[in-house]
């Protein structure tokens, strides 16, 4: 296959050079690849993930998402890697981060979270994934602390990583990276700084190519942020917030910079209404925590809103003609 001048070529060369036989890929996956290839802004979280999956099974290389961070330089990241390439501290690096991830990869998103006496640094995709997303969470939180580490060294090694998939059985790998402070099965994928950390100096960048770089990324998000419709992100927002108990209609609206009225109205506008997108919401992560997690049923039931496991089974039946339970059996992710 001729990769030259199309626009993910460069993800078909890096999994080559991870040991993948692309013709197998191919015909595994011919039309994930095409959009990786002709369309990679358009490529979905899940499509991304089916396709390291296979990666890692026919390299053998059961850390290939660990393993993408080593072959891939980040001026293969376009605009957005530059962009990093020049910020001078890792606070800078963070913020950048947050703000311009989109125009690198729209299904996904960085968030930072300042608090007293740490820093958090989330990841997450706008859709839940319907297949395992380990390789996907470890390339891309390992993204952030390999480049981190490769500036400074192991002071810039997270005191803990949290993620969404299950343990894999071997950690040698994950743990060399990341250090030992590793929890799995949580309900976000994120790592944890102390707060200090952000004010160590990463490069001498360059004031006004970072400038240049930042208007035209500005141009790419409005383009991103116009095809992006209210109910996308009051989605986004509610799967941040649910589980904190700031998900009800007057918190969002007050977090989109709207009277209750008028966030009503608008949604109305995208034949669109609240409550209907929280119960989705709240289907979604109760779907992907069981398939995703071993937190207990009744766990799973109060981070999303229920006071007991009656209520959510009977909540959960109702959208998916199937008991949390029973659903868990079929669809818990196999770690690859």
């Given at each position: ?28 996956h ?93 990841y997450a ?17 390992g ?35 990341f250090?030992q ?24 960048s ?114 998916n ?16």
């Open positions: 296959m001729k990769l030259e001048g199309l626009p993910g070529a460069w993800v078909l060369e890096t999994f080559q050079r991870g040991g993948v036989n692309l013709n197998e890929l191919i015909q595994q011919p039309d994930e690849v095409e959009t990786a290839l002709y369309r990679p802004d358009t490529i979905s979280p899940d499509c991304v993930n089916q396709l390291l999956i296979s990666c890692a099974k026919i390299s053998g290389n059961q850390n290939f998402g660990l393993t993408m961070n080593k072959l891939v330089d980040i001026s293969m990241y376009g605009l957005f890697g530059y962009i990093l390439l020049q910020t001078s501290t890792v606070k800078d690096f963070f913020n950048n981060l947050e703000r311009y991830y989109p125009t690198f990869y729209s299904g996904a998103s960085f968030k930072i979270i300042t608090r007293k006496e740490t820093i958090i640094i989330q995709t706008e859709q839940l994934p319907k297949v395992c997303p380990r390789h996907d969470n470890e390339w891309s939180l993204f952030v602390v390999d480049y981190l580490k490769f500036h400074l060294g192991d002071i810039a090694r997270p005191i803990s990583v949290s993620f969404t998939h299950q343990s894999p059985d071997d950690l040698s790998e994950i743990e060399s990276l250090g402070n590793l929890q799995f099965s949580q309900t976000k994928n994120q790592i944890v700084y102390k707060k200090p950390f952000i004010n160590k100096k990463i490069s001498n360059d004031p006004w190519m970072l400038n240049i770089l930042r208007q035209q990324a500005e141009k790419m998000l409005q383009e991103y942020y116009k095809e992006n419709s209210l109910e996308k992100e009051v989605r986004l927002l509610l799967l941040e917030k649910i589980e904190n108990g700031q998900a009800n209609a007057s918190d969002i609206a007050r977090t989109l910079g709207f009277s209750l009225s008028t966030f009503k109205r608008r949604l109305a506008q995208e034949n669109s209404e609240f409550s209907i997108i929280k119960l989705s919401v709240k289907n979604q992560l109760a779907q992907e925590m069981l398939s995703g997690s071993k937190t207990s049923i009744v766990n799973i039931g109060k981070k999303i809103g229920f006071n007991d496991q009656s209520s959510f089974t009977r909540f959960f039946i109702r959208c003609q199937i008991s949390p339970l029973e659903y868990r059996k079929k669809h818990t992710h196999k770690i690859t």
